[in-house]
């Protein structure tokens, strides 16, 4: 994309200086994530085995997870907006279809949707390759983590495209209008005026998102991902090290939504209105 | 002498109201024109639909030999006709600078440079220079409307169509605005003017429409028609608002 058409924020005014002030004070909420990482490591340190044991054995899942729910999330973002867009659109048809998306996939449990994608998906494909004479089709065997996070990102995108449209709708006729009037069309509408006003208002349904997703990344287990639950799973399956693995695996997801908490209440902080 | 608005028996429906009853109007270059009438009478929705905010169900609109049908179209006469709604409706998210470039970037493709001089000499013209770097809501409402004055003149457009501009704003304020806006007037900008302000009529209009029940009821010189208005519909209303 090519540069923004217009400049960086200026500087700021020097009114309400009570306000302006910069806090450089710590959020205390820092302490929960701090005494979940003290505790991943006194377990790991004061308890050598089975707790190093187990988080090196979780490490590759733990990547994986990371890495599924990032992608997902972006990909999720995209498709979201798009899917919010149409909602919002003047045709019926564009408006009808993108409904019917969003009602079906909200109507169908994440578990299964993954299944779908992993299972059934290719087994649709390889059918309609027999049927074709298609060797490629009828071969077709996606691997898991792809299937995966298209499972995520089109479950999560409806819920997402939701969190859009009400942001969108949020704000006020009047500054589509003033865009409009000033010959922008509605792309640069939106670009310029709508979205930087509604991500504002969106953030922390957001971020509740990306939490959820974070969480429900657990689901791909389900279909052979080596995620970190099924890491976790495998690990107990060989060793039976029940307690312990769990206890870290929860320990270690529960690190990680925090972290994404903080993250999100700190973007929040940066993208306050000028008032 | 080609009237640089023309608008032919419009007629427009908000579901069952019939909002414009078959509206003729011709405004040539320079003319300013204000409009008055009671709330639901119309004037708004005509407005409006001079740049195709509202769109209108029947009837004609040409501005400046552009008629408004295809987008394309709307998109070129929103570029020659500026407007100024009752409740400012600046960008929150950028400064007041920023408020003014955007579209002058966006639009028109100005450089920073020949924007920001733009923008610059504008808040100076509207007289507040020194608050560029404002956010619109640090500022009074009656500055915030002068910034969205300056916002719509930065396109140099042709027209300028004013929605009720100072009626959301604090008695003590008003002036300041309607000064803007007769210094357009007299630099012979082309304006619609919806409000009820008899003296900026009298100071800077041409014309003065009164409307009622979708319709132009009356036209005359605003002295003519705010002191000695022939229809009894005329008569009623401004007793009312006088």
Redesign the interface.
Known sequence: MSSSPYPAPTPKPLIGSGKTEKKSRIDPWWGLVAVVVGLILILNFASPDPYNRILVFLKDGIWVTVKITIISFLLVMVLGLLVGLARLSKSTIVRGIATVYVEVIRGIPMMVQIIFWYFASPAIVQEIGVSLNNATLANFRPDGTTMAIFGLTFGYAAYMSEVYRAGIQSISRGQMEAARSLGMTYFQAMRYVILPQAVRVILPPVGNEFITLLKDTALVSAVAVPDMTRRGREFQASTFIIIETWVMVALVYLVMTLLATRLVSWVEKRSKFER | MEPIIHIENVHKWFGSVHALQGVNLDILKGQVVVVIGPSGSGKSTLLRCI?R?EEFDEGRIVVDGIPLDSAQNI?AV??E???V?Q?F???????V??NI???Q????KRS?IESENKARSLLEKVGIPDK????P??LSGGQQQRV?IA??LA?DPKIMLFDEPTSALDPEMIQEVLDVMTDLAHEGMTMVVVSHEMGFARAAADRAILMDGGQIVEEAPPEILFTNPKQERTKSFLSKIL
């Open positions: 740049n905010l998109n929103r570029t006709v500026g407007m709604f409740s409706n600046l960008f929150p998210h950028l400064s600078l920023d470039l955007l579209a970037k966006v639009v028109r920073q560029a770097n404002f956010y809501l640090q969205a916002r719509a396109m």
